[in-house]
């Protein structure tokens, strides 16, 4: 019984933070897009990495479709 519970606990936490990293996701696609519009290149660079990142991130506990 514990296994089970232990199972449903750690699928409990890998759903809370594929949300919350998709949530990031959404807000940093908004950074770049601010970033591009004011042309600057370094808080692109910085959001561009951060999406790679997160996409890393997503991959690995197999969230992506």
Do not use: C, P, T, W
Not at 23 to 40: G, H, P, T, W
Request: net charge neutral; charged share 35%; proline share 0%.
């Amino acid at each position: 019984m514990k296994q089970v519970v232990h199972i449903v606990r750690k699928e409990d936490l890998e759903k809370k933070l594929i949300l919350g990293l998709k949530f990031e996701l959404d807000y940093e696609l908004a950074s770049l897009f601010d970033a591009m519009q004011k042309e600057n290149q370094k808080e692109i660079d910085k959001s561009k990495l951060r999406l790679g990142e997160i996409h890393s991130e997503l991959k690995a506990l197999h969230a992506l479709h």
